[in-house]
């Protein structure tokens, strides 16, 4: 196993961080990371906010559900699906493709193209000894985030990614078996074997939870999953989504 492994296999969500910022060769080296992540066809459809002022954190903070490490951290990244330029690119060559540009498989190549570069970036600054943390809270209230990033049409914050000095040491959260995520050949459909294996997990997250809070949290990965997705949760995303340009075709 070499070093890029075990750096992927070790994360885990920091949030607490050194107060601390990250140099700007530090941000220089995980955006360009981020850039050298694979993209569909070239199109290369994000962009990433940095921001550092106090206030614009401390707002997004607010904006993301009043989560302290979202102010609190050596840089936050604001990662965005972005078709802006393309729009741009159309009027430069003088042609309308703004059909294409409004499909859904095109809002689809935006969102995997973003998170890929998240990913590339996350492990970039991992790799330096640095902590992450991403931030879906963004979500809660875009039309805001919009305003204060001064976001243009074409453009959705997806998420944040908070970055910085790790200021705490939280044990690895266990992930789903092996094989409960891993089919060959076809997908695999025994609702036996899910069940089994389901409930060997719980059992395995239950267990990490009573360690990790001596006992005080005695919860399984179905029970946070059923209390999860019985509430529904900014629903609405889809008119905000089409109010911006995506998912019209």
């Known amino acids: 196993m070499n070093w890029v492994i075990e750096t992927i296999l070790q994360h885990r969500s920091i949030r607490n961080f050194e107060d601390r910022s990250l140099s700007d060769e530090q941000i220089r080296t995980i955006v360009e990371c981020a850039q050298a992540a694979s993209t569909s066809s070239f199109i290369q459809p994000y962009s990433i906010i940095g921001v550092k002022d106090k206030d614009t954190k401390q ?20 990662f965005c699906a972005d078709l802006y330029r393309h729009k741009i690119v159309g009027e430069m060559e003088n042609v309308d493709f703004s059909t294409t540009l409004e499909s859904t498989e095109k809002f689809m190549v935006a969102l ?28 809660n209230n875009l039309h805001e985030v919009c305003k204060l990033l001064k976001i243009p049409q074409q453009v959705i914050p997806l998420f944040g990614l908070a970055i910085g000095y790790p200021a705490q040491d939280p044990d690895k959260k266990p992930r789903l078996p092996f094989h409960h995520i891993y089919h060959e050949e076809t997908y695999q459909q025994d609702r036996s074997e899910i069940e089994k294996e389901l409930k060997h997990y719980n059992e395995i997250v239950s267990f990490y939870y009573k360690k990790r809070t001596n006992g005080k949290r005695d919860d399984t990965w179905t029970k946070q999953m059923s209390n999860l997705l019985s509430k529904q949760s900014r629903m609405y995303i889809k008119s905000f989504v089409e109010s911006r340009g995506f998912c019209l075709r």
Request: proline share 2%; with cysteine; aromatic share 8%.
């Open 112 to 139: 995997i193209d973003t998170a890929l570069a998240a990913q590339n970036a996350a492990i970039a600054a991992e790799s330096i000894g640095l902590g992450v943390c991403y931030i879906g809270g963004l979500r």
């Open 59 to 78: 707002k997004l903070a607010e904006l993301s559900g009043n989560q302290p490490y979202v102010e609190n951290n050596g840089h936050f990244f604001v």
